[in-house]
Structures are given as structure tokens and as C-alpha cells.
């Protein structure tokens, strides 16, 4: 049986090849013969088989609350759902769908919903994520295609990144380019981000632009490369059209560079030194992915990128292009079959020549005639009372939208939420009335698209947990239950990529570029047996298609690139007197989202173990903030709390905080509640990375650390962080008001404490309890600083009873049986910052010799970036 499938985190797309021992998955490596990774995998992909625990796993259907059969469970969805469009029309109806299902799954929801309910209601997290790249290719290319390949790394002299962390979010796709500097020392690297990532340290210049300000650069360069000759005036005028307008809006715009600098809180002379490599390097690739994206201007800024490539016709050929770097495994898969509101599936648009089109293809009976509700229209239509029956699968809009309190409120307020999950306890799931178990990666079968459009299978490779079912499967029960049994009669995902391939080629004659008709009629063994390969595929490409345009004819009715004039805008969400910090939100290299699959990995939460927020270090001092601080970030609508880390590298008036930390992570950690709704006017996508905020000192009066059996529930204190540990789960945990007897507070939170000591000079208690003479947990009362590691407190929890000596050291609280390890930076091999300070006293001189002495980088590679950081700072 093949063994190999796709990672199911980022969308660089990485084949992964697994091990299996009893049913289980008990390895996974790198699939050497597929071509995005070429045998690598990061730190999220080799730990895959560490997140597969059945634990926390959603194992059967509920309804209002109760355990429930499928069958009943399915009837009861399809009986709210009839009842609502009878009483309320079809558009009272919504999907809300993810770049996390496979293109099967997203297929037939689409199908359901826009051509058998009659409602284009259904749009997807990709919204959050895709969107405004989606308009910015239409815009210029006139089809949603990303026109080149992974391949042009290795051939591109330059690379720009423009609001990307490609070195946590796209590892392999950063090592593809570490590498190809290694081979290529004229390759040079411009990182375009407004704080200093570990991204920064491939870069030959880095770029730490004004947030919001990339608009105004870009226009600036289009405007800098006519005035310095560097056009392709004939590929302009052959290829394009707009220009002059372009060029117009740009020159207006940008003024001198001094004042263009200016405007963009830029040195000039780094200005100047970007605008020369891009003029004079003919082989430059721009990759760009959420600094771009997320941003009220979030189309012009794909624009004023795609502006630059067109300029100088660097469009499609080898190591030349723009390049939208997709995040989640099956963006692109998601855009293909139209996952959202605005679009109908194989790269269609709601006009009349494509309804009627796809309402013959599909023989539906009700046709949507327009664009449904965006992500953040229809939550707020749902809160309104307008949609009152939503299905949500595979996100967690609780924590990924903005205004996420406003998504509670919603949720609250709808009549029918029906949530499919693999995990039971997610932000989300909460608000269910209907709880429908989804397989999850490696039990689910189908295929998914990646950055560079290449089509891989994800197997299923494994038995489903529990009653977990394939979400196509659920999506067709349903169907069938609503009357069009016919349509939706699919017995395996193959049936459903077969339809699927066949309206791509479906009267399209090379009028759409989404083509992979060369599938239409494929059988069970060839699916199975699929290879990685890149759309378009037809039978005149039968091998796939590498790149696009390279002949210089595009999708528009004229056939040509088109220009967009870009005015720059400032971002919504202003600082004010009272919100004076810009919030940006992002990433963490090992936590993936909300953290329901990274989150069951202990090892991961080594590298960042609770929520944060990095503050540079003026901006900390005024506000009596050090490293290591407890801090309350707040706006009008919600608060924040974590812990301050002081980085230089962080901008002055600008914080960032981690996306990934929810209510089943943190007490307060939800950032999503204190983004504005705001959104890019053209594509819908919301201004995730400009909030304006205020921060303080959250004033706790004692804080410590609680570890406890994995049976206890979490620990009502004002703040909490979950740190989940092989054998227990560990908490920082804090309070506001003071504790007058430590002892009392256990009995009231805990129990009886078993053991304890208190040292008030040192505002230090140390307790624990036990459990028929196991440790059931043990409460460590200290200030931060003095915070021991606990990982050999986790080991104490496997243990039928303690010894008097162990009694000892946990109640003195030493780490007496391991070194603290530091924060670890290697995290396939626990490597920390303690061994490597060693290391470097010793004489290691570089990443590399750090890897040969304590193997960390060896692995995944992922660390490199940070553990080169080590000699920077020190040089
Ligand atoms: N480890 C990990 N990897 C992931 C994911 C994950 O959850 N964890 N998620 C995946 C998904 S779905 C996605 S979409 C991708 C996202 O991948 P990225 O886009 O790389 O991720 P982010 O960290 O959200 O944002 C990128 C950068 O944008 C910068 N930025 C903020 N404001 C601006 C601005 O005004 N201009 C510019 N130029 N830059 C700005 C931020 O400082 C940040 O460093 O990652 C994918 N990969
Ligand atoms: N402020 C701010 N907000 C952001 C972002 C940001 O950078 N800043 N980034 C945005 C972006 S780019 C993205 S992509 C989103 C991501 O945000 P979400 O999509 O909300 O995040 P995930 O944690 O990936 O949620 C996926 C859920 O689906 C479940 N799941 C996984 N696989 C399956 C499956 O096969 N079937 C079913 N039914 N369920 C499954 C998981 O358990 C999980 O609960 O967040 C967005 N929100
Ligand atoms: S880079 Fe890492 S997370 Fe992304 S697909 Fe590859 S292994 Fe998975
Ligand atoms: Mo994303």
C-alpha cells in the first residue's frame, strides 16, 4: 500500500512519507521524490505523528448536547436546515468552510450550495488569508494564477519577501533559498517586513517599513524604475495595457525617494540600494503572503507588486515573477472549486455565461445568481438574525476572525450552528448545537493544491478515530437527505475529483487557465497512484504545467497584462491618544493556528511556551515593562494578557503577538476580539496585522507555576497559560488580588495540599497533593524569575508513589535531577540556549558547528535562522 501523502500544515505542500506499526502511524520523513521538499520536513511536519494522540478527539456526533447515531444526526442538520429555507429563504442558510478541507470535501459543499440550495452563502477562512491576492491576479492577469514554480528559487539572482516570515511559515521554502544562496553567492535577499524576523537573517537588506506603507514603496519603485531606464518598453506595450495610468498614479504618489523614504520610515540609502538590485537584476522573483495580504489595501498591494513585475516583463520566465506564497495546505485547492462567496467553482465568476454554464453542467435546479455574504458580512449578518443556520467545518472562527467576540455573540444568537471538527473541545465547537466528527490528516483521503499549483494526494492511510467520518461523506448524506440523492451519490473521492476535472474543461477551449481536464474520466487505481503534478493538465500537457504567461498572453478579454493604478491608502485602524501601539499578529515556527493539532505536541510548546507579546524596548521602559513581564493589552472592544518579551527588533509604536493562543490555551489570549472588522473594500479580507492598542503591566500580585494530572480541569485563576507536558499539564498561573493563606487558596482550587512549606521572605509556597499516593499536582508559588524548569517534575507524574527524597526536592523545588535546558531552539533535538551558550564558550563558531557538536539544525533545519542568530548578536 503507498505510504505517501501530504503534510497538512503550510502550503509549500510537503510529500510525507509514513511509517506504520499496528494500524498506527508511528514515523513520518520526507518524501525524497516529491518535488516541493525533496525529502525535507520543518519542525510542524517531522512532529506529525506526535499530534495523532485520540485524546481530545471529537469521537462521535452530538446534538443539543447528546451523544447521537450518525444517521439521526445527519436527519436532524437536514431537517433545521429544510426547515429554515422553507420559512426563510435559501440566503437564511451559510457554510463556512477552510483551506484545511481537501478539494472533494470543498467541491461538493460548494455544489450543495450554490447549485442545488440556490445560495452562494459559503465562504471560507480563506477570506482571512487568500482573498485579496485572489482580486490582485484577476485584476492583472485576468485568472487567479500564481504564474510561476518552486523551482525559480534556484534560478532567481533576486528575491524579495515582501511580508512574509518565510523561515517559520514556509520553512522548507526557506531552505530551498538558504541553500540556493549557498550555490548562488549573486543571489541577494530583500526582506520587506516592518519588525526584524528570523526571515531577516538571510537578508542582504531588510526593509522594516512603516506598517501599511507597502503601497506607497512599490508605487515609488514602478515610479523609480521609469525614471532610471529600466523599463521593458516593448514588452509593455506588446503585453499590457494601463500603463501610463499606473505610472501616473505612482509618480504622484511617490514624490523624490527623500520624501518617499520619509513616508515609509525608511533610510534612504536601503531605499535606494532596493530599487538598484530590482532595476538591474533581471531574474528577481517577489514572493509576497499576509503582510500583504491582510491589509484594507490588501489588493493594491498585490498590484503594486504585480505592477513592477509587468514593467519589466518579468512575468512567467524562469526565476522571474510575482509569487503569492499560499498558507494553508489547500488554498489554492479551496480557490479552484470556489469556495468563496464571490466566485463559482473552477475559476468562474458569477456572470451569466458561467451560471448557465455550470447550472447545465451540474443540472441544478437553483442556480445562485450572486455573490453571497464575506466571512465577516455574514457573521454579522448572522448576529443581525439574517442567516439563522450556519455549518461551520474546519475552522475556528472564534479565534481566526476579527471582532472575534462579535463571533461569539453570533454564534449565541443563531438558531442552528453546526460545527464538524476532529477536536471536541475547540473555541468553536463550544457554540455547536450539532457536533460532527471529521477525520482528520492521515485518515482522510483526496488531494490538495499547493503555492506553486501543483496537485498531491492526501491518503488515508490509517482507520478514522472514533465515529469520525470524511467530510465529502457527511456533506452528500446531507445532500441526499435535502432531495438530490441523484447528484450527490458519490461512493470515493475519486468520483468527486473526476467531476471536478471535468468541469474545468468543460466548454473551456483555453478560455479559463484552471484546466485539469486531462482527469476527467479517472479511474480509482490512477487517482490512488496520483503524482505530485501542476495544473494546468491537459491532454496536450499531460505532465502538468511548470509556468504561465511566458509567451505573454493572459486570461483578459484582450489578452493583455493589465496595470492597476494604485493611491495609496493608510491602514483603517488608526493609533489614537488612547490606543497608541499598532498590534501586529502573526506566527510562531511551531505552533500552527489555533493550535487544536500543534497543541497535543508538547515538544512544540518548547520554542514559545505561553502567549506573548514583543514590544520594543523604549516602548516597554515607559510603560515599566521588562522582559518577562505579565502585561494587559486592551482596546475597546477586548483585552489581552501575556508575557513581554523586549525586542529590538520590534519597531517603536508597534507590538506583535502570536495569532495561535485561545480559550483552551490561555485565560485572556484570544487576539482575534481586539482586531476591527475592517476590511479591504475590494476582496473582504480583514486588516488583521494593524490593531490599535494600549498595553500596561497586568499588576498581578503572585504568580507561579501549577502542574497537575491531565484529569484535573483548568484552574480558575486570573491568568492562566497551558503548557501541556508529556505526563501532566503545567500552567503559569497568576492573580490580581493578594493571597492571605496559600493554604486555604488550595483547599478552595485544588484540595487538601498533601505536603507543603511556605518562605514569605521570598514570597514562595510550595505545595502538592496527592492521589491514592500518586502525585496529582503541585503548586510552585514564585516570582517569574525564579521559575524552575519543571520537566522533571512531569516525569514524578508516571510515578505509583514518591520517595522521601523526591518529596524533598519537590518541595524545595531545585531542579535537582536535569539542567535547566534554557528556551529550547532545537526542537527535534531539545537543544537550548543553555547547551548552546556552552557550546559557543567552548568554541563553536557557527550554526554549523553547533550542529556537529549538539546535532541541533540537523534535522528539519528549521532552527538555522535562529541558532545563526547566536553570532550576529554576538558580533
Ligand atoms: N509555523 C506556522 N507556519 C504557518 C502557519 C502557522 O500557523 N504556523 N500558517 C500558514 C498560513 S495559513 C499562512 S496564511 C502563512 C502565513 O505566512 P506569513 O505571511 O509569513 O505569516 P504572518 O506571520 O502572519 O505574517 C508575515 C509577516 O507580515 C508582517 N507584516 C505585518 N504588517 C506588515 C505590513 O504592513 N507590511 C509588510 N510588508 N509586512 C507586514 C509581519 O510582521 C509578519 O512577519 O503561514 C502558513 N504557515
Ligand atoms: N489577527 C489575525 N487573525 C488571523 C490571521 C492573522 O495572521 N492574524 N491569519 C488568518 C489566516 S491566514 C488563517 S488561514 C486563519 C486560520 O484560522 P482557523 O482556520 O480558524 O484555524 P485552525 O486552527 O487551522 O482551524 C482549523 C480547525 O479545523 C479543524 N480541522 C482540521 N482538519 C479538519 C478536517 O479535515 N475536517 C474538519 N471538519 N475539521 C478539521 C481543526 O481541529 C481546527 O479546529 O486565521 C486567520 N486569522
Ligand atoms: S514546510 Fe513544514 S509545515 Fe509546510 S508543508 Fe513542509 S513540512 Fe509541512
Ligand atoms: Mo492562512
Known sequence: MNSKTTCPYCGVGCG???????????????????????????????????????????????????????????????????????EHGPDSVALYLSGQLLTEDYYVANKLMKGFIGTANIDTNSRLCMASTVVGHKRAFGSDTVPGCYDDIEKADLIVLVGSNTAWNHPILFQRMVQAKKTNPNLKVVV????????????????????????????????????????????????????????????????????????????????????????????????????????????????????????????????????????????????????????????????????????????????????????????QAIERGEVKAVWIMATNPVVSLPDADQIKRALDKCETVVVSECVSGSDTAK?????????????KDGTVTNSERRISRQRGLIPATGEARHDWWTLCEVAKRLGYAEAFNYSHPHEIFA?????????????????????????????????????????????????????????????????????????????????????NTGRIRDQWHTMTR???????????????????????????????????????????????????????????????????FTSQGRMGALVAPVTDPLSGQPESKHAAVQ??????????????????????????????????????IAGLDRVDSWEHWCIDHLGEADLWIEDPARRSFRAAGLLHGRLNWVLLITPYNSFPSTDWIDQLFTQPSLDSQQYRYLLSATNVEMEDPGTIICSCYQVGTTAIDKAIKQGCGSAAALGEKLKCGTNCGSCIPELEGFFTKAG
Request: aromatic share 10%.
Open 695 to 732: 498595553m500596561e503591566p497586568l499588576n498581578e500580585k503572585w504568580e507561579g507555576w501549577l502542574l497537575t494530572a491531565k484529569s484535573i480541569s483548568v484552574p480558575e485563576v486570573d491568568y492562566w497559560a497551558r503548557i501541556p507536558k508529556t505526563n501532566c499539564d503545567a500552567y503559569h
Open 431 to 443: 457554540y455547536a448545537d450539532i457536533l460532527l466528527p471529521a477525520t482528520g490528516w492521515s485518515e
Open 598 to 664: 500543534t497543541g497535543t505536541a508538547p515538544r512544540l510548546f518548547n520554542h514559545r511556551e505561553e502567549p506573548f507579546v514583543e514590544v520594543h524596548p523604549r516602548d516597554a521602559a515607559i510603560r515599566n515593562i521588562s522582559n518577562g513581564t505579565l502585561v494587559k493589552v486592551t482596546n475597546s472592544q477586548a483585552s489581552y494578557f501575556a508575557r513581554a518579551r523586549i525586542e529590538e527588533g520590534q519597531r517603536k509604536g508597534e507590538i506583535f503577538v502570536p495569532m495561535h493562543w485561545n480559550e483552551a
Open 499 to 583: 467531476e471536478h476535472a471535468a468541469l474545468s474543461g468543460f466548454e473551456n477551449d483555453g478560455s479559463r487557465d484552471f484546466d485539469i481536464s486531462y482527469f476527467a474520466g479517472i479511474d480509482r487505481f490512477t487517482y490512488d497512484n496520483l503524482k505530485p503534478v501542476q495544473w494546468p493538465v491537459t491532454t496536450d500537457t499531460p505532465e502538468g504545467t511548470s509556468r504561465l504567461f511566458g509567451d505573454g498572453r493572459f486570461f483578459t478579454p484582450s489578452g493583455r497584462a493589465r496595470f492597476v493604478e494604485i493611491i495609496p491608502r493608510a491602514p483603517v485602524q488608526k493609533p489614537t491618544d488612547r490606543t497608541p501601539l499598532v498590534m
Open 192 to 379: 520587506i517586513d516592518p519588525r526584524e524576523t528570523a526571515t531577516c537573517r538571510l537578508a542582504d537588506l531588510h526593509l522594516a517599513l512603516k506598517p501599511g506603507s507597502d503601497t506607497r514603496l512599490f508605487n515609488g519603485l514602478l515610479s523609480w524604475l521609469a525614471g532610471n531606464d529600466y523599463l521593458d518598453q516593448d514588452y509593455i506595450n506588446r503585453h499590457t495595457d494601463g500603463f501610463q495610468y499606473a505610472l501616473d498614479a505612482a509618480v504622484n504618489s511617490a514624490g523624490d525617494p527623500r520624501q518617499l523614504a520619509e513616508d515609509c520610515d525608511l533610510p534612504v540609502e536601503s531605499l535606494l540600494t532596493f530599487f538598484n538590485w530590482f532595476g538591474a537584476t533581471e531574474k528577481t522573483i517577489t514572493f509576497f503572503s499576509q503582510g500583504s495580504n491582510q491589509s484594507a489595501s490588501g489588493v493594491d498591494n498585490v498590484n503594486a507588486i504585480t505592477n513592477c513585475h509587468l514593467a519589466t516583463g518579468r512575468v512567467g520566465h524562469p526565476g522571474q515573477g510575482p509569487f503569492s506564497l499560499t498558507g494553508q495546505p489547500n488554498a489554492m485547492g479551496g480557490r479552484e472549486v470556489g469556495g468563496l462567496a464571490n466566485q463559482l467553482a473552477a475559476h468562474m465568476d458569477f456572470d451569466e455565461v458561467s451560471i448557465d454554464r455550470l447550472r447545465r453542467f451540474w443540472q441544478a435546479p437553483n442556480m445562485a445568481t450572486q455573490p453571497g455574504l464575506k466571512a465577516v458580512e455574514l457573521f
Open 16 to 86: 510525507v512519507e509514513i511509517m506504520r506499526d499496528a494500524g498506527q502511524v508511528s514515523g513520518v520523513r520526507g518524501d525524497k521524490n516529491h518535488p516541493a521538499n525533496i525529502g525535507r520536513l520543518c519542525v510542524k511536519g517531522s512532529s506529525l505523528h506526535e499530534t495523532l494522540d485520540s485524546h481530545g478527539r471529537l469521537l462521535k456526533p452530538y446534538v443539543d448536547g447528546l451523544p447521537m447515531h450518525w444517521d439521526d444526526a445527519l436527519n436532524e442538520v437536514a431537517e433545521r436546515f429544510v426547515r429554515t429555507i422553507e
